[in-house]
C-alpha cells in the first residue's frame, strides 16, 4: 500500500521501501465495465463517515487527504494484506482499561519567575498553596543551580547577579525526582542586551556604535573573541586618545535616526531606555570625571542632545501619542540636568550665545 502510494510520484526504483505507522484508511470498491472487473482503491485519512466522504468544507465536512489507485481485476483485501488475521468476536473478552493517574505538576508551587535586567535579578514569587506537599527542592538555570529548600519558601527567592543567556528564557524546578519548567518573564526588555557581549558597553564604545564608527557585530565578534582588551584596540584606531565634539554629535544624529526609524513602540522604548539607547550614552557621559572631560563641554553635549531630541520626526500611526510622551519623560529628565550643570561665574560671556542657540540649554 505504502509502495503504490508513493509509485504517484516517483518510479518504483528509486523507492527505499520502509515500515512505519501510518494513519490511513483503506477503501475497495469493484465495478466491472465493459466486460472488464476493475478495483478502486481509496487510500487516505478519512474515515468512514459522511463528515470525512461526502460533505465539502463549506457543509461542515473534514480536510482529508487521500489517493484514488485503479487496478486490474478483482482485488480483494487479502491481496493487499496477507498477513491480516480475522477473528470471532466470541472469543474477545474486552476490559475497560484503568486510565494512567494524572501526573502531580509540583511547579504550581511557582506563581511567577522575574528577570529585572537592569539589577541583574532573578525573582521567584512562591504560591501560599500547591497540588501536594513540596519538600526538597533545587531550582537550575542551564544546569546550574540558582537556589535550594526545603518546603515553600515564604518570601519571594531573590537570585542577584543573575544574566539571561540567549539560549534560554525558563528555569527548572527539581522536586520529588521529577523536573518541570517554568517560564521567566523579563519585566524591562528594553535593558537586555541586543546580542552577546554587548551588555555593558563603556562610553567609547557607546559613542562608536550609536555615530555608526563601528558596527554591532564587530564589537561583539570583538569581545568574545578577544574581550575587553580587544574591544579598547579597536576603539583606540576610531578615536586615537579619545573622543571629540564630532564624535558626540555623529552619535547624536545617529540615536536620533534610530529614533525614526524605529518600526515599533517596543523598538523605540528600546532606543530611549535600552542599554545602547539615549538614557544610557547620557548618563555615562555625563558620569565623566571632571578632570577627563570640563563640565562645559558636558552641558553643550547635552545641549546638543535636547536639540537633536527635539527634531525627532514622530510620524504617524496609532502609537505616535505613547512614543511622544515617552520621548518627552526623557527630555523633561535631560533638560533637569541641563539646569544642575549649567556652567556658573561672571567670566563666561560665551553662554548668552550658547543659549540663544540652542534656546533649551536651560530648563524651563
Known amino acids: 500500500m505504502l509502495l503504490a502510494f508513493v509509485s504517484l510520484f516517483q518510479p518504483l526504483r528509486h523507492v527505499l521501501p520502509t515500515r512505519r505507522p501510518l494513519h490511513a484508511k483503506l477503501f475497495l ?12 482503491a481509496l487510500v487516505g485519512s478519512a474515515n468512514a463517515s459522511r463528515a470525512a466522504l461526502s460533505r465539502t468544507v463549506a457543509e461542515g465536512g473534514n480536510v482529508e487527504a487521500g489517493v484514488v489507485l485503479r487496478l486490474d481485476g478483482e482485488v480483494r483485501l487479502r491481496d493487499l494484506l496477507p498477513t491480516l488475521v480475522a477473528g470471532n468476536l466470541d472469543g474477545v473478552q474486552l ?3 484503568a486510565a494512567p493517574p494524572a501526573e502531580i505538576d509540583l511547579s504550581a508551587w511557582i506563581d511567577e519567575v522575574v528577570h529585572h535586567a537592569g539589577a541583574h535579578t532573578l525573582t521567584v514569587a512562591w504560591s501560599s498553596t500547591g497540588p501536594a506537599p513540596l519538600r526538597s527542592w533545587r531550582l537550575e538555570y542551564l544546569d546550574h543551580e540558582l537556589a535550594q529548600g526545603d518546603g515553600p519558601a515564604a518570601g519571594p527567592t531573590v537570585v542577584t547577579g543573575f544574566e539571561l543567556s540567549p539560549a534560554s528564557a525558563e528555569i527548572a524546578l527539581v522536586a520529588g ?6 517560564p521567566i518573564r523579563v519585566a524591562d526588555l528594553e535593558l537586555l542586551p541586543v546580542g552577546p557581549g554587548m551588555a555593558g558597553l563603556d562610553l567609547r564604545a557607546l559613542l562608536a556604535l550609536l555615530g555608526r564608527r563601528v558596527g554591532g557585530e564587530r564589537l561583539s565578534t ?13 576603539l583606540d584606531a576610531v578615536f586615537g586618545e579619545g573622543f571629540g565634539p564630532t564624535d558626540v554629535f555623529k552619535a547624536w544624529w545617529g540615536m536620533r535616526e534610530d529614533l525614526e526609524v524605529a518600526s515599533t513602540l517596543a523598538a523605540f522604548r528600546f532606543r530611549l531606555h535600552g542599554v545602547i539607547g539615549v538614557k544610557e550614552a547620557w548618563r555615562q557621559l555625563s558620569a565623566v570625571p571632571v578632570d577627563q572631560l570640563a563640565p562645559e563641554e558636558v552641558w ?20 505616535r501619542a505613547a512614543r511622544a510622551t515617552m520621548l518627552a519623560e526623557v527630555v523633561d529628565a535631560i533638560r533637569r540636568d541641563l539646569q544642575r550643570l549649567e556652567p556658573a561665574g561672571d567670566d563666561l560671556a560665551w553662554l548668552d550665545s550658547v543659549r540663544r542657540f540652542y534656546a533649551g540649554g536651560r530648563a524651563s
Open 95 to 97: 476490559e475497560e482499561r
Open 300 to 319: 553643550i553635549y547635552g545641549c546638543e542632545l535636547v536639540r537633536e531630541l527635539d527634531r525627532v520626526e514622530l510620524g504617524g500611526g496609532p502609537d
Open 29 to 40: 470498491i469493484m465495478a466491472a465495465r465493459r466486460g472488464a472487473v476493475l478495483t478502486y
Open 177 to 182: 525526582g521529577q523536573r518541570w519548567t517554568v
Open 222 to 234: 570583538l569581545m568574545i573573541q578577544r574581550g575587553p582588551a580587544g574591544v579598547a584596540t579597536a
